[in-house]
């Protein structure tokens, strides 16, 4: 009878501690996406370094590139995140949408920067009266891009709200 209440025992415990391997292999893709994007945004000779280098250099047009590289990799990744598979995964769902429309927000300011090179470039140009016009329109720009950041921020508050929320239900 004691062999038979340990198996049982046993036999519970085990299935009790089994994570589901599809919800694993779902947070590893996801936080495989994290580091994909901050190499975007912040790695070593990544796009986004190359555009702050060229701007560094007053090399608008080297910027824009840039800046659209940057743009396709996140578009990418966004994508790629779109096409994972939540069948059999509780709250993966939500997980991957949060994921979307965080990495989406983040791409929408990163794109910003084009506006804001648009008119870095017609500021050093000879026209004494455009440049100013120019000026004060990337003034207006850094307050409107601090609207996005913002936007950034809460999708990033419910991007984390949502992995916890999926790693309660997996019992991660």
Avoid: W
């Amino acid at each position: 009878m004691k062999q038979h209440t340990f198996l049982i025992v046993l036999v519970l415990v085990g299935f009790s501690s089994c994570k589901p391997k599809k919800a694993i292999k779902f947070k590893e893709a996801i936080v495989q996406k994290e580091r994909t994007a901050f190499a975007i945004i912040v790695g070593k000779e990544g796009p986004a370094e190359k555009r702050r280098y060229s701007l560094v250099e007053n090399d608008f047009k080297g910027a824009a590139l840039a800046t659209d590289e940057e743009e396709r990799a996140l578009d990418s990744l966004i994508r790629d995140i779109q096409i994972l598979s939540t069948e059999g995964v509780k709250q993966g769902e939500q997980l991957k949408n949060a994921a979307v429309d965080y990495y989406t927000a983040v791409k929408e300011l990163e794109a910003y920067s084009r506006k804001e090179i648009e008119q870095q470039t017609i500021s050093f140009g000879p026209d004494g009266e455009i440049k100013l016009k120019a000026q004060d329109s990337l003034y207006r720009l850094g307050v409107n891009k601090e609207k996005l950041y913002n936007e950034v921020y809460k999708k990033e508050a419910v991007f984390q709200e949502a992995l916890q929320k999926f790693e309660i239900a997996n019992n991660m």
